[in-house]
């Protein structure tokens, strides 16, 4: 196995430490990096490599998905097989299907057996199985347990309650010498995680998904700008000013330094704030996201499937180690070892996947019932759709523009977008 770093700009491949050209690899796959993604990564392509004697080389690709998605674009519709197997996010099937093999076609109508038909459906665009479901995820609160019960505090249900209780013991612990303590940390980049943060502030609050099932523009409405006014006030009083630069990556780090009270992350931070080198180990609690007056709890659906590229070389060998990743065994381990979710529905009683993460089964709801970005509705424009919403979301936090002024203008923009086809 090999292993490489794809840059953007081109589909220049760069070795890494001292590896050889890949020229003897029969299969490339990109995997992603955030937390333990690429060693996960690496361990099941090793499995895979061992038990058939081939050889794959493994590209690494930017975290952001915007990054990735654009990274992708470039080399897809460049036709170059230079990746064959390529980790894609739940919001793309429907804008690089025309690109990806039918996996039915290889692996048996019954490929997708077992896995969610939820994301089977999302990955099927025009009848045609274009990706395998590898891993599901939901936004979910991160609460520091231990501060929490010196304040005499129950985790919060609503926004209102995470921001009262935020600055409280952000004000205490200063106080008393915590001086690099914050409230809340979320993904406020502008990139696709702020798209799926502030969808959760948006739906919780009672103002939908941006955009509808039938492809309706919903965004327009005062819960929604009620949503976005809360957000931008957390900024330089509960959460940092640097957190309009975080991915999750960056919330983490500081979660797990022990210097967030909240945090609103993925699944796949758990196992990490739980790990050895964590300063928050044994601390930590995990609930469903708050709501606003008007709203219930939302939690944006996530997760990455694995696709063949319609230009690779060996499809048959590539679809392959697509059913062996994406099957339960390593379904299993990657639960167990690093939370993440799987898309096979009888591993949410597992009772060695249900020990390693309780709130597989204690939120089992809040990862069956996530609400979609809007991305079946848009097609192949939601690309445009979430940068015009992640810009709009961002022009908030920075104070830019209030609520209602960005989603009336995020309202024409998104019209303009449609009018365009979608
Ligand atoms: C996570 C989700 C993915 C989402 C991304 C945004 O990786 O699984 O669906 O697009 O975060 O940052």
């Known amino acids: 196995m090999q292993r490489k770093f794809l840059i953007a700009s081109g589909l220049t491949l760069l070795g890494?430490?001292?590896?050889?050209?890949?020229?003897?690899?029969?299969?490339?796959?990109?995997?992603?990096?955030?937390?333990?993604?690429?060693?996960?990564?690496?361990?099941?392509?090793?499995?895979?490599?061992?038990?058939t004697g081939h050889d794959v080389e493994i590209v690494s690709t930017p975290n952001s998905s915007t990054e990735r998605l654009s990274l992708y674009q470039q080399i897809l519709s460049a036709r170059s097989g230079d990746i064959d197997v390529l980790q894609i996010d739940v919001v793309w099937p429907g804008l690089l299907a025309n690109h990806l093999i039918d996996l039915e076609e290889t692996l048996g109508e019954d490929a997708a057996e077992g896995h969610f038909e939820t994301i089977v459906a999302n990955n099927t665009v025009d009848d045609r199985l274009v990706a395998m479901p590898w891993f599901t995820d939901a936004g979910v609160l991160y609460y520091r347990?231990?501060?929490?019960?010196?304040?005499?505090?129950?985790?919060?249900?609503?926004?209102?309650?995470?921001?009262?209780?935020?600055?409280?013991?952000?004000?205490?612990?200063?106080?008393?010498?915590?001086?690099?303590?914050?409230?809340?940390?979320?993904?406020?980049?502008a990139y696709e995680g702020l798209t799926c943060n502030a969808l959760e502030w948006v739906a919780s609050h009672g103002g939908g998904t941006?955009?509808?099932?039938?492809?309706?523009?919903?965004?327009?409405?005062?819960?929604?700008?009620?949503?976005?006014?809360?957000?931008a006030s957390w900024i330089g009083e509960i959460t940092p000013r640097g957190a309009l630069n975080y991915t999750e990556e960056e919330a983490r780090g500081i979660f797990q330094s022990g210097n967030a009270v909240f945090m609103r992350n993925w699944p796949y931070a758990w196992s990490l704030a739980q790990s050895e080198d964590s300063e928050v180990a044994g601390k930590v609690g995990v609930v469903k996201l708050p709501h606003g007056p008007n709203g219930e709890s939302a939690a944006t659906l996530g997760g990455w499937n694995l696709a063949v590229s319609k230009y690779s070389e060996n499809p048959e060998l590539a679809a392959d180690l697509v059913a062996y990743?994406?099957?339960?065994?390593?379904?299993?381990?990657?639960?167990?070892?690093?939370?993440?979710?799987?898309?096979?529905?009888?591993?949410?009683?597992?009772?060695?996947?249900?020990?390693?993460?309780?709130?597989?089964?204690?939120?089992?709801?809040?990862?069956?019932?996530?609400?979609?970005?809007?991305?079946?509705?848009?097609?192949?424009?939601?690309?445009?759709?979430?940068?015009?919403?992640?810009?709009?979301?961002?022009?908030?936090?920075?104070?830019?523009?209030?609520?209602?002024?960005?989603?009336?203008?995020?309202?024409?923009?998104?019209?303009?977008?449609?009018?365009?086809?979608?």
Request: charged share 25%; net charge negative; proline share 3%.
């Open 16 to 51: 890494t430490a001292g590896a050889a050209p890949a020229l003897s690899a029969e299969l490339t796959i990109s995997c992603g990096a955030v937390g333990a993604e690429l060693t996960l990564c690496e361990q099941g392509v090793e499995a895979w490599e061992n038990e």
């Open 145 to 189: 347990k231990d501060l929490l019960e010196k304040h005499a505090v129950a985790p919060p249900e609503t926004w209102q309650q995470l921001t009262d209780i935020a600055v409280e013991i952000q004000a205490a612990e200063r106080e008393a010498g915590n001086d690099k303590l914050w409230g809340y940390v979320f993904q406020g980049r």
């Open 210 to 231: 941006l955009v509808d099932a039938d492809g309706e523009i919903t965004i327009d409405n005062e819960n929604a700008a009620t949503a976005l006014d809360l957000a």
């Open 325 to 422: 990743l994406t099957g339960e065994a390593e379904q299993k381990r990657r639960a167990i070892e690093a939370a993440y979710n799987p898309t096979l529905t009888s591993l949410y009683a597992d009772e060695e996947v249900l020990e390693a993460v309780p709130f597989f089964g204690t939120l089992y709801d809040t990862f069956t019932n996530a609400v979609a970005r809007p991305s079946a509705a848009t097609g192949d424009n939601y690309g445009r759709v979430s940068n015009a919403f992640f810009n709009a979301a961002h022009g908030v936090l920075t104070d830019e523009q209030d609520g209602a002024d960005a989603v009336a203008e995020l309202d024409s923009e998104l019209s303009r977008i449609k009018r365009r086809r979608w």
